[in-house]
């Protein structure tokens, strides 16, 4: 089963997404995005791949709209030879899994493809409450909840109790995730150990070869993240190493990031991906959100689809290569100007900074978008190897040496 919470009048909007071949037999199928996140979820585009009589599919997104969508294709590859689909998650979050079981319906053979390290990441709300829960050691991570709209019930519950405030969060992300089959338990796990090294000119990348295609794994947005080569396409799809909100988990990397994304922008720039695109670029539905929430680009390459060309392909991953950069450089900076300091003292600081990256990341509040300006600051301690000693119920943390 998939997403169940569709509000009403939301088929309307999901209606308005396209599908598109983007290359010979590859298809996007736009996924969706909204400006209040916990109320209207995200789901992300969905590719369908041929290779010769396989069909891959990279994620499945969240509401069950797209499945007919998604069967069409598959009857349409069905009747010209393909005998098999095969699924890959980019990672396992339910915008991107929560259609999985629409491959029983494709009347082919199929085979959920899962990367080892991703595994756990499809037990939801397991994973998401041991996020929340290895950041309460570190800063109360409730009281950065907005005080205004559905959140503020977490945060009011912090000054009670942390115990409080996780359970409320708890009982709502259950109610997010009721009845979502992902189909974790018919997976065929890729073993890390299984993962091969293939060169791209200057660029080695590690991964697994499925077909044609190489599934990269680049470990930024989740551990298992991958993101995905083809080859006869000099196509490039970075799933969520290139989306705003990185790092929106504490196990997320934004040092994976940067450097994934510089990988990338080498390639190009050696001409080995000439289209890219990723998990949530949308022409329909993004520039919408930036105009209501008020959002500016860090750079115009954000509001594309697919980026085309080699010149086109260079710029979109420089500019989240340099996006990236510019959150951790600036957070480091007030950390250094500051001293000692804990992460709710860095971030308020931080909001202070006028720069590009800094005031779109700012501009962003949880539950209208799921990126956390704190939870950023956490990982760039963290990757930046910051000290921290406890003194009564505060962490505090030394800038690097």
């Known amino acids: 089963m998939s997403y169940r919470l569709t509000i009403p009048g939301q088929e309307k909007e999901l209606r308005r997404s396209f599908t598109r071949e983007i290359a010979p037999d590859v298809w996007m199928l736009e996924g969706y995005i909204s400006d209040y996140f916990l109320i209207k979820p995200a789901s992300s585009n969905v590719f369908l791949l041929r290779d010769g009589d396989a069909l891959l599919m990279l994620d499945s997104g969240t509401y069950p709209f797209y499945r007919e969508r998604m069967l069409e294709l598959m009857r349409r590859y069905r009747?010209?030879?393909?005998?098999?689909?095969?699924?890959?998650?980019?990672?396992?979050?339910f915008d991107h899994a929560s259609n999985n079981d629409v491959i029983l319906e494709s009347g082919m053979d199929w085979r959920f493809l899962l990367q080892e390290p991703e595994v756990r990441v499809l037990d939801y709300l397991a994973d998401w409450m041991a996020d929340f829960r290895d950041l309460e050691q570190l800063y109360d991570i409730y009281a950065q909840f907005d005080l205004g709209g559905i959140t503020a019930p977490v945060n009011l519950a912090s000054r009670i109790s942390v115990g409080l405030a996780r359970s409320i969060l708890q009982a709502n992300f259950r109610l997010m995730f009721l009845g979502i089959r992902n189909l974790s338990d018919r997976a065929t796990i890729l073993p890390s150990a299984a993962r091969v090294k293939r060169r791209f000119g200057q660029v080695e990348l590690e991964g697994w070869e499925v077909g044609r295609f190489f599934a990269i794994h680049d470990a930024s947005h989740?551990?298992?993240?991958?993101?995905?080569?083809?080859?006869?396409?000099?196509?490039?799809?970075?799933?969520?190493?290139?989306?705003?909100?990185?790092?929106?988990?504490?196990?997320?990397?934004?040092?994976?990031?940067?450097?994934?994304?510089?990988?990338?922008?080498?390639m190009a720039e050696e001409g080995y991906i000439e289209l890219a695109t990723d998990s949530h670029r949308s022409t329909t539905f993004f520039p919408d959100v930036m105009r209501t929430l008020r959002l500016t680009p860090f750079d115009e390459i954000e509001m594309t689809d697919v980026a085309r060309g080699r010149e086109e392909c260079i710029r979109f991953f420089?500019?989240?290569?340099?996006?990236?950069?510019?959150l951790r450089d600036d957070i480091l900076d007030v950390h250094a100007r500051m001293g000692e300091a804990t992460i709710p003292e860095i971030t308020e600081e931080l909001r202070a900074v006028d720069d590009a990256a800094v005031?779109?990341?700012?501009?962003?509040?949880?539950?209208?978008?799921?990126?956390?300006?704190?939870?950023?600051?956490?990982?760039v301690l963290k990757e930046a190897g910051a000290t921290s000693r406890r003194e009564g119920g505060r962490v505090i943390f030394s800038p690097r040496a």
């Open 79 to 93: 009747a010209d030879g393909v005998k098999r689909v095969d699924l890959m998650l980019t990672q396992g979050h």
């Open 318 to 326: 420089r500019a989240f290569e340099d996006f990236y950069s510019r």
């Open 222 to 266: 989740t551990p298992g993240h991958i993101s995905l080569y083809d080859p006869e396409n000099k196509l490039l799809l970075s799933g969520d190493v290139t989306v705003e909100i990185n790092p929106a988990f504490y196990y997320s990397s934004l040092e994976r990031c940067i450097s994934t994304c510089g990988q990338f922008r080498r």
């Open 359 to 379: 005031n779109l990341r700012k501009a962003m509040r949880f539950q209208r978008i799921p990126g956390r300006l704190d939870v950023l600051v956490a990982v």
